[in-house]
């Protein structure tokens, strides 16, 4: 991910929350394992662990035994030594702010009547995780059962608790709901995946580089847009605006 200074966060709390609050990320991998796709990317739901402030963190997730890049980690893992399940490459996750919108440079209310010297462009937020990979895959070992156990029971907490918040209501619904043989088995058709963090970058691509007068025109058409994402840019580009100002 290019990282112009300006567009770029090393805040490492608040990227931490960044992906709290968008924990669906694209997970990458590069894997030499014919005759599976070399490079293979799937979207799958994270919880964030940081032990200390000072800690990059770790990243838990599972994926389908049944994806193609599944299958592709555990070639690589049976080809190399299966009781060391590490990845020998780096793996990327990206996390995205779902609010992203097309900038026209009709917005550009002082250096468009000025020069003319505008282009289009598109404002985004992103952070981006490269880390190592440690995989949880085999059937019957207690270590990949409670890792999976683990992971499933704090990823539904973590996501029912905020639909319990915006409802209004107490008691979400727990992974102890479900019949405890229906999940062991649904258990047998997924993968584990354990990312230590080894580094960690934020990109706010928000018209921070614009002049003030840009900026405002900026802030004033997407709110003259009025849906819910131009809003949202718009509250994006007033904030990121007022750290360079």
Sequence with gaps: MYLRPIHSSHDIPALHDFIRENPLGIFTTALDAPPHAFIQASHIPWVLDVDDPSDLGTLRGHIARANP????????????????????????????NPHHHY??????????????????????????V?????????????ETSRFLDAQLRDLSDQEESKISLRLGEGNPWKVSDAPASYVNTLKKGIIGIEIRIQSIAGKYKMSQELGRGDREGVVQGMVDLGDETAIKVAEMVKERGELVS
Excluded: C
């Design 69 to 96: 890049q599944a299958k592709a980690i555990i070639h690589t893992l049976n080809l190399n030594n299966p009781q060391t399940p590490l990845l020998p490459s780096q793996t990327m996750i990206l996390f995205n």
């Design 103 to 128: 900038i026209t440079p009709k917005f550009y209310t002082e250096t468009k009547p000025t020069s003319g010297k505008v282009v289009p462009t598109w404002n985004y937020a992103a952070v981006q």
């Design 130 to 142: 490269y880390g190592e990979a440690r995989v949880y895959y085999h059937l019957d070992d207690e």
